[in-house]
Structures are given as C-alpha cells and as structure tokens.
C-alpha cells in the first residue's frame, strides 16, 4: 500500500480483517518501494523484496513476522550490492529463488545527431542511468553507482574525470545552471529526497528544497529560478523557487505533473501531464506562470527536451521502440514524430543534447536478469 507522511513516500504491508474491516500495519522497517510480498507456507510471516533507506535503490529481501503488531519483527535475509525484484518459495519454506535484476548503462556521444558517428565514452556501468547533463564548457555531469549509492561524476572532452560527491547518500539528476556555476541536484543525505545546490567544483553544498520527494531541477534560462517535482497530497505537481537561499516554493500545476523544463526563452515550460489518476499521461506545454496546458501532445513520455531553440522536442519513445532512440516532435501537436537516432537495441535511460543542439549524450544500455536460489537447506545445491 502507498503512504505518505512528512518524511516523503514510501510503502507498507497491511493487513486487513475480513469481517471487521480494520487495517494493520507492518513492523519496521520503513520500505521506499515493494516490488513483492508472499507469505510463508507457515503463514507466520512474509518475504518482502524491498527498498529502504538503507538499501538505497536496491531491493534486498526481508522476513517480516505475522501477525504485525508491536512485537512483530523484521529482519533482512540479504545484505548485498544485488538488486532483487521477484520472490518463491518452495513448499518447506526454505529454499527463495528470486531474480537479480543488474541494470547496465554506460554514457555514449552522438555528433551531428548521428548515430553512425555514435561512440561509447564510460564503461563503468551505472554510469548516467539516474541523470546526466551538459555544461556550457562541454563537460558531462552525470550519476554513477559505486556500491550501494549514486554519486556525481563529471567528465572532460579529454576523457578526464572527477568525482564531484561521496559519502552522502544518494546523489542523482544533476542539472547545471546556465552560467557553469552551480549544480542542483537531488540527494536523500538528510533523509529523504530533496533538491540540494554545490559549486561547480562540488564544494559549498546546500539543501534548496523540503517538500514531499521532490526530483527533477531544471534552471531557468536566468539562472534565478529552479522548477522542479514534488508530491502533493500523493500526487506529483510541479513547483519553482529561487536560486538564492530562504526562496519560497510556488506550486505552479494542480494535476499530476512532473519533469518540468523551462523552454530557451523563459516563458514556457515542457511537462508531463495527467489531468486524473486514470488518465493516459502525456507530454504537455504549460505557461512559465503555471496554469493548464496551453499545448498537449497525442504521445506520453518520461524523457525529454527542448531543442532546435525551442522550437521542437526530443524525447524518448517508448511506445513506439521501447526507448530504443529518439524522435523529433515540432510543436505542432498534429505534426507526426519522427526518429532522430537509429540503434536496434539497448535501452536510452537518460539523454541531454549539448548548449549548441549538435552532440546527444545518452545512457544506453540494458537490464540483465539471472535466477538466484538462497537456502538453509544443507541438501539444496
């Protein structure tokens, strides 16, 4: 089940008596995100594959004792650098097999928009999965995973890089401000996500935002002013503040919204767009001042970009390859996308294209799975 409270988001097992209705909930720990839950065959308890603020954005496997109550107990099985999305269990309970999943990605560039000239740039994996951005200098600033945690990673046309965070939690979707000077960024070091500013250089760090799991920073074309996603009563709306210290946040949408970008003018903003719960999401044109969308487009995606000035979007198409390439919309809404890349395959998990609209740094790759069996069997192989 979805919950909400000061500290952000996060999920829960609940359990609920058949006849009289009441709602139970779990033991500790706090759980980010479920991706499963079964019962034992004893039905004295679960096996939870899930993230915590411990794990990070890997999901380890607990058992959660049942009944819940104040002396239910939880306790994690796993404790490692695999990430495990789906559970089993054999009759006697004491053999799991289980998938790890291990997402691969590595940072490519694309001169020209031509992916014949495309060429591969990091083989560190991890690398630009969670955010990657262009500085108006031709450097990258991008997330990379080392262990548990996602850190800010920047890399110079020579192939140089320098490690910009470290030991801080999780720090991903970089955006740098028009002038190279500053970086947002989003980090959970103070406990959940927020909205966190540093120098160029990494240094003179500072926490912008204290909303509900806020993400996605975008500057305006200024410099003055940042837009970015937080939750609202479970749903994510976009807001904007200041760049300066003690800004206010401004809700700018009042339906479910996100990835906000300024357009190269200032006066627009490009965003997701689902004017109800069980509405299809689509990408969307709003008014810089907020308000409802002035244009909306027949296709949804999750990334995205301004580009040509302004004057058309890039985006990943999902629906179309899969999130193979990228396509060109002009802001026509009845004009047909078209691809602007031509891979066959692997997977684009975050792209930017550089201040000048000629080089598109992607993070490609793909998600491998592999059957794990963990027992306390001593018969088990």
Avoid at 233 to 260: E, H
């Amino acid at each position: 089940m979805k919950k909400q409270d000061a500290d952000g988001k996060y999920q829960g097992l609940v359990s609920l008596d058949a006849e009289s209705g009441k709602a139970e909930d779990m033991a500790a720990p706090r759980f980010l995100q479920i991706s499963q839950a079964v019962w034992m065959p004893d039905m004295k308890g679960f096996l939870v594959a899930g993230v915590t603020e411990d794990s990070s954005q890997l999901n380890q496997i607990w058992h959660v004792a049942y009944p819940f109550g104040p002396g239910g107990k939880a306790r994690r099985i796993t404790n490692d650098l695999n990430d495990y999305r789906e559970l089993s269990l054999t009759a006697d309970g004491k053999t799991i097999v289980t998938l790890n999943t291990d997402r691969q990605t590595n940072i490519w560039l694309v001169p020209e928009l031509d992916t014949k000239r495309a060429s591969e740039i990091t083989a560190t994996n991890y690398d630009g999965a969670e955010g990657l951005t262009w500085t108006a200098g031709g450097e990258l600033v991008y997330a990379s995973r080392g262990g548990e945690n996602f850190d800010l990673w920047k890399i110079a046309p020579d192939g140089a890089r320098r490690q910009m965070t470290s030991g801080a939690g999780n720090n991903t979707q970089p955006a740098v401000s028009p002038d190279g000077s500053r970086i947002a960024f989003v980090s959970n070091r103070s406990g959940a996500p927020h909205i966190w500013l540093m120098d160029a250089d990494g240094g003179n760090v500072s926490q912008l935002t204290n909303g509900t799991d806020d993400g996605s920073p975008n500057w305006s074309p200024d410099g003055k002013t940042i837009l970015y996603r937080s939750y609202v009563r479970g749903n994510p709306a976009v807001f904007s503040i200041a760049s300066s210290p003690g800004g206010v946040p401004v809700q700018l949408t009042d339906k479910i919204s996100g990835r906000p970008q300024f357009s190269p003018d200032g006066q627009k903003i490009l965003t997701t767009w689902r004017p109800e719960a069980l509405a299809v999401q689509k990408l969307s044109i709003i008014s810089a001042a907020g308000g409802a969308p002035e244009t909306i487009f027949n296709f949804t995606s999750s990334l995205f970009r301004w580009a040509e000035r302004g004057q058309a979007i890039l985006f990943v198409n999902n629906l179309k390859d899969n999130g193979v390439n990228i396509w060109r919309q002009p802001l026509d809404p009845n004009t047909t996308p078209v691809p602007v890349t031509d891979w066959k395959d692997q997977r684009i998990y975050w792209f930017d294209i550089s201040p000048d609209g000629k080089t598109l740094a992607c993070a490609r790759g793909e998600s491998l799975s592999d059957v794990v069996l963990i027992s306390d069997n001593p018969n088990q192989k």
